[in-house]
């Protein structure tokens, strides 16, 4: 089973930026969509940005279009979320799971159910 390893997460001042990796050693995840979903304290996880590993097809969530920038690295088998112009309510935990390329990138991000291999998360905090 695959198992993503996300880092990179910190404090930062708003206005800031911070770039997330997520690992997953071992496996080339062939014809799936990888997405970043985040988890704020008292609030639903919701999905961020997606990634087709099939055609790079994206998908960000409207509250970061413009602002996050989510790519790959096949050869080393990570995800990267840059994340500029940071604000506070972007502080959450962030984490990265896969699921099978099925339908649209849009649609099995917005839906994210049956998105798996989530890992630990790494923390993300802006903050002045």
């Known amino acids: 089973q695959v198992q993503f390893v996300e880092s990179g997460g910190g404090l930062v001042q708003p206005g800031g930026f911070l770039r997330l990796s997520c690992a997953h050693a071992?496996?080339?995840?062939?014809?799936?969509?990888i997405g970043w979903f985040r988890q704020a304290p008292g609030k639903e996880r919701e999905q961020v940005a997606c990634?087709?590993?099939?055609?790079?097809?994206?998908y960000y969530t409207d509250s970061v279009r413009g602002r996050f920038d989510i790519s790959r690295d096949n050869a080393k088998n990570m995800v990267f979320l840059q994340m500029n112009s940071l604000k506070p309510e972007d502080t959450a935990i962030y984490y990265c799971?896969?699921?099978?390329?099925?339908?649209?990138?849009?649609?099995?991000?917005?839906?994210?159910?049956?998105?798996?291999?989530w890992g630990q998360g790494t923390q993300v905090t802006v903050s002045s």
């Open positions: 990634i087709s590993t099939t055609n790079n097809i994206v």
């Open positions: 071992g496996f080339t995840l062939d014809n799936h969509v």
């Open positions: 799971a896969a699921d099978e390329y099925r339908t649209t990138v849009r649609e099995q991000c917005i839906t994210w159910s049956k998105f798996q291999s």
